[in-house]
C-alpha cells in the first residue's frame, strides 16, 4: 500500500512502514505542515498492529536541512509561520516515545533536527556521500530536541561538544566513527539495504520488539525532559538577540555573520 501525503510519503513494504520526507525543492526543511504531517505518521505508525518497524527518508539530495530558516527568521522578528496541528515540539515527542524500532537512512546532507532526530533513532544508515552539520552556534541559537543530552550519551563528550559547538560539517566517515551512525551504504543501495534489516526486525514479534527496544532507551533517555527544558530555556533567550538576527541577515543575505562585532 502506497499513500500519498502532502509534503510526506508513506509506502508500506510488508511490516515496514516509509516514510519518505518529500520537498526537497527546499531540501527537505521542515516547516510547519512537515513538522505536523510527520508527526501524525509517527503516531499512526505506533499505533498500527500492521506496522513492526518505520524507516525514514529523504527524496533529492538532502535528507533533511533542518527547520525552515525562513520560517524560522519570520518567527524571530514578530512575523508569522503557518500553523501546523502538530510543531516542532510535538514531533520530538512522537520520536522519542516511538515504541517500535526506528530506523532512518539518511540519503543527502542532515542538519539541525534532521540530525538530533538521530538521538532518537535506533539505527542509522547513512550514505558515504551524505553529511551532517549542527548549525546552532552559527545561527546563535541553542541545541534543541534533547540532543544536548542524547549525543554525549551516544558519542561520548568531545565528539558531542565538537559536533553541537562548533557547526562544521561531518563526513559520513566521520559520522560513522563517532557512533552517530551505524552503517554507511553506497548511495544506489542506501535504501535497499536499510530496508533489508528493517524486513529482519519486522520478522519478529512487534510485542517482542517494542519491549525490548524499551529496556534499551529508558536508561539512555533518563533525564530528557529536564534537558529538553534546559534547550528551550536557552533557545528563549537567544531567539531574536541581535547575534541571532545577525545570522538570519548573513543567511538570507548569503554571506558570513559577523559576530565578533556584536561580541564587542
Request: some cysteine; glycine content about 6%; overall charge negative.
Amino acid at each position: 500500500m502506497t499513500v500519498s501525503e502532502s509534503l510526506l510519503q508513506i509506502a508500506d513494504h510488508g511490516r515496514t512502514r516509509l516514510l519518505t520526507l518529500d520537498r526537497p525543492s527546499a531540501l527537505n526543511s521542515f516547516n510547519m505542515a512537515l513538522y505536523a504531517a510527520t508527526t501524525d505518521a509517527l503516531l499512526d505508525a505506533a499505533t498500527d498492529r500492521g506496522v513492526a518497524v518505520v524507516v525514514i527518508t529523504g527524496t533529492g539530495r538532502a535528507f533533511s536541512t533542518g527547520t525552515d530558516v525562513l520560517e524560522m527568521a519570520a518567527l524571530a522578528t514578530g512575523g508569522e509561520s503557518v500553523e501546523g496541528e502538530h510543531p516542532f515540539e510535538g514531533m520530538v515527542t512522537a520520536l522519542r516515545e516511538f515504541p517500535k524500532p526506528l530506523l532512518c537512512a539518511v540519503n543527502g546532507m542532515a542538519l539541525g533536527i534532521g540530525a538530533t532526530m538521530f538521538g532518537y533513532a535506533d539505527l542509522v544508515f547513512m550514505s558515504t556521500e551524505a553529511r551532517v552539520k549542527l548549525p546552532f552556534t552559527s545561527l546563535a541559537v541553542a541545541p534543541e530536541a534533547g540532543s544536548s543530552l542524547t549525543f554525549p550519551r551516544l558519542l561520548g563528550r568531545q565528539h558531542a561538544t565538537w559536533a553541537l559547538l562548533s557547526s562544521e560539517w561531518l563526513s559520513a566517515e566521520e559520522c560513522l566513527r563517532m557512533g552517530l551512525v551505524w552503517k554507511l551504504c553506497e548511495p544506489d543501495s542506501l535504501l535497499e539495504e536499510t530496508l533489508a534489516h528493517a524486513r529482519v526486525l519486522a520478522s519478529k514479534p512487534i510485542s517482542s520488539l517494542v519491549e525490548t527496544k524499551r529496556t534499551i532507551v529508558a536508561a539512555l533517555l533518563e533525564g530528557i525532559d529536564d534537558a529538553i527544558e534546559r534547550e528551550n530555556d536557552a533557545y528563549r533567550r537567544l531567539l531574536g538577540a541581535p547575534a541571532n538576527l545577525e545570522a538570519f541577515a548573513a543567511f538570507a543575505e548569503k554571506r558570513e555573520p559577523d559576530f565578533e562585532s556584536i561580541d564587542e
